[in-house]
């Protein structure tokens, strides 16, 4: 049975860090690609983080490049996400994922959510002005 499970979430102050991790069993975690999602109240799921579980490429979003950290302990089968300066803007639901076989895009290169066959029950973040 494939889990994931998510903690390290929190409330902090702008500017403030969060280490956020995801506990992976149930499944070979080198044969996956492993991602971080975010949704916020109203809004669309967001693909924040992305890491190639075999290589160790990267991506981030735009709006947090340069402040979020995406990587994997893979003899322990877990990720992590490193997240500093932290925003108001950044307040959501994080979610880890996971995806058989590859990463799932859309066209325009941001990661596509409904590629991803696993997911955790999230953790909140909640950045205060």
């Not at 990587?71 to 950044?90: E, H, R, V």
């Amino acid at each position: 049975q494939v889990q994931l499970v998510e903690s390290g979430g929190g409330s902090v102050q702008a500017g403030g860090s969060l280490r956020l991790s995801c506990a992976a069993s149930g499944y070979s975690y080198s044969r996956y690609c492993m991602g971080w999602f975010r949704q916020a109240p109203g809004k669309v799921r967001e693909g924040v983080a992305v890491i190639y579980t075999s290589g160790g490429s990267t991506y981030y979003a735009d709006s947090v490049k340069g402040r979020f950290t995406i990587s994997q302990d893979n003899a322990k089968n877990t990720l992590y996400l490193q997240m500093n300066s932290l925003k108001p803007a950044d307040t959501a639901m994080y979610y880890c994922a996971a995806a058989h076989g590859g990463c799932s895009w859309y066209a325009n290169g941001q990661p596509r959510p409904s590629g991803y066959n696993y997911w955790g029950q999230g953790t909140q973040v909640t950045v205060s002005s």
